[in-house]
């Protein structure tokens, strides 16, 4: 990556404190990827910097710096944050940390860029939380090189069939299942074909087939993810706690 960078196009995904006056800052950056650069100076009373360091806000930084470790050289933006509020909001706090936690640091992907701001728009709009959410986790496991496919067995390299039934493996695919069995049923890593081949269209309006496209980008996601609990999903259930 090279030691200077000008008008880059960028979000916020993370901020925390930096000495005495400053913040870290985790951008995602649309041909670095994720990158992490000092703000020097952004905790100062009355900071213009701060101000801009808001999620969901699209940007135009600077920044300079050879090692990973950059330095925020100058920030600027021509529209207003996205407004996100109540489950809104969680949800893209998830899908920030969801990057934070899983891209490596200036693993540059344009394309997981314009998923990840069709997503934030379509966040701060009417659009079905789940589809957002479930399309967005889809295009974030193919950036990873860990798609998922809705094609074939994995084994057979048969095509779907919507009368059997298949066993997901995460970052190996589907496996059809010669039968099924009572415990299979109960199984949430199986799926029956028509779930799989609906799956494809990308939209998960329908209840049944919206909650099996959950249970297939949990399995998926939980190898990368580790034992760690999400930040942004505790947030959202202490949130929702009775007071």
């Not at 670095?32 to 009373?45: D, W």
């Amino acid at each position: 990556m090279r030691s200077k960078i000008e008008l880059q196009p960028a979000y916020v995904l993370h901020t925390h404190a930096f000495q005495n006056t400053s913040l870290l800052v985790d951008f995602f950056c649309i041909d670095f990827g994720r990158v992490r650069a000092v703000a020097k100076g952004a905790r100062r009373p009355g900071s213009k910097t701060r101000a801009l360091l808001q999620p969901f806000q699209p940007l135009l930084i600077s920044l300079s710096g050879r090692t990973d470790l950059k330095s925020l050289v100058s920030i600027e933006s021509s529209v207003n944050a996205l407004r996100l509020h109540g489950t809104r909001l969680f949800s893209g706090l998830y899908i920030n940390e969801l990057i934070v936690r899983l891209l490596s640091y200036q693993e540059g992907s344009p394309e997981l860029y314009a998923s990840y701001q069709e997503a934030v728009v379509a966040l701060s709009g009417e659009r079905d939380l789940q589809g957002v959410l479930r399309k967005f986790e889809l295009s974030l496991l193919e950036a990873l090189g860990y798609g998922v496919d809705l094609l074939a067995d994995c084994y057979s390299a048969e095509p779907i069939s919507p009368q059997a039934y298949y066993l997901f493996h995460p970052d190996i695919g589907f496996e059809c299942l010669p039968s099924l069995s009572p415990e299979q049923r109960s199984n949430p890593a199986v799926f029956n074909g028509a779930e799989l081949i609906a799956l494809r269209s990308g939209e998960f309006s329908d209840k049944n087939l919206s909650n099996a496209a959950r249970r297939l980008t949990r399995m998926a996601l939980q190898p990368h993810l580790g034992d760690k609990p999400l930040a942004s999903r505790d947030l959202f259930l202490k949130s929702t706690k009775p007071q």
